[in-house]
T-cell receptor, first 114, second 111 residues
Framework: SQTIHQWPATLVQPVGSPLSLECTVEGTSNPNLYWYRQAAGRGLQLLFYSVGIGQISSEVPQNLSASRPQDRQFILSSKKLLLSDSGFYLC?????????????FGAGSRLTVL | SQQGEEDPQALSIQEGENATMNCSYKTSINNLQWYRQNSGRGLVHLILIRSNEREKHSGRLRVTLDTSKKSSSLLITASRAADTASYFCATKGGSQGNLIFGKGTKLSVKP
C-alpha cells in the first residue's frame, strides 16, 4: 500500500532563517507530487507541483522553492523565511496519468515564523 | 484563482442530525471531489462525482451535482461527533489544471 511521510511535523523558525520541509512517498512509482499551503482560516493554496524528477512547476511566485531530487522525494525550501511564510504545509501525491487526479495528503507541517 | 466556494463557512449541529454543505464553482468541470480535514491534520479524500453523475452515495455521505447551476452539495446523514472536521470541495483549475480547493466548511457535531 502507498504511504506518504512528511516532516518535520512542527517547526518554529526566526525570520531570515532557512527552511527545508521533506516529503517522501512509498509504494508507488512516478507519482505527481504537490506542495500546498494553508493559512489560518483559509483554503489550500497550491505552491508547487512536479510530474517527474527535476521537473518543478510553480503556481504562485514567492519566497519558496521546491526540488525533486528523487522520484518519490519532494522538498520545500526557503533561503530566508518571512513572517508571511507561517502556515500549515501539506504535501500530496496523485497517480500520474489518472484523469481524476485524486490526491493523497501527508499529515502536514506546521511552520511558525517569529 | 478560487474555483470552489463552500457554504456555509461554519455549521454546528447536534449528533444525529443531518449536515448539508454546499459548493459552487465557476468553470466547466469533468468531476468534483470532496475532502475532509480533521483539525491539524492532512486532507482525506471522501468522494468523487463525475460531471455526468447527478448523485452519488458512500456510506452516510450523499453528494449531488448540478452542472447547470455549477454547484454540488455534501450531505452527511445521522451525524456523529467524530464527523467534526472541515470539509472542502475541489475541482480542476489554475494554469495547469491542478486541483483547486475552496476555503471549506467547518462542521461541529455536538454530542
Amino acid at each position: 500500500s502507498q504511504t506518504i511521510h512528511q516532516w518535520p511535523a512542527t517547526l518554529v523558525q526566526p525570520v531570515g532563517s532557512p527552511l527545508s520541509l521533506e516529503c517522501t512517498v512509498e509504494g508507488t512509482s512516478n507519482p505527481n507530487l504537490y506542495w500546498y499551503r494553508q493559512a489560518a482560516g483559509r483554503g489550500l493554496q497550491l505552491l508547487f507541483y512536479s510530474v517527474g524528477i527535476g521537473q518543478i512547476s510553480s503556481e504562485v511566485p514567492q519566497n519558496l522553492s521546491a526540488s525533486r531530487p528523487q522520484d518519490r522525494q519532494f522538498i520545500l525550501s526557503s533561503k530566508k523565511l518571512l513572517l508571511s511564510d507561517s502556515g500549515f504545509y501539506l504535501c500530496a501525491w496523485s497517480v500520474q496519468g489518472a484523469g481524476a487526479n485524486v490526491l493523497t495528503f501527508g499529515a502536514g507541517s506546521r511552520l511558525t515564523v517569529l | 484563482s478560487q474555483q470552489g466556494e463552500e457554504d456555509p463557512q461554519a455549521l454546528s449541529i447536534q449528533e444525529g442530525e443531518n449536515a448539508t454543505m454546499n459548493c459552487s464553482y465557476k468553470t466547466s468541470i469533468n468531476n468534483l471531489q470532496w475532502y475532509r480535514q480533521n483539525s491539524g491534520r492532512g486532507l482525506v479524500h471522501l468522494i468523487l462525482i463525475r460531471s455526468n453523475e447527478r448523485e452519488k452515495h458512500s456510506g452516510r455521505l450523499r453528494v449531488t451535482l448540478d452542472t447547470s447551476k455549477k454547484s454540488s452539495s455534501l450531505l452527511i446523514t445521522a451525524s456523529r461527533a467524530a464527523d467534526t472536521a472541515s470539509y472542502f470541495c475541489a475541482t480542476k483549475g489554475g494554469s495547469q489544471g491542478n486541483l483547486i480547493f475552496g476555503k471549506g466548511t467547518k462542521l461541529s457535531v455536538k454530542p
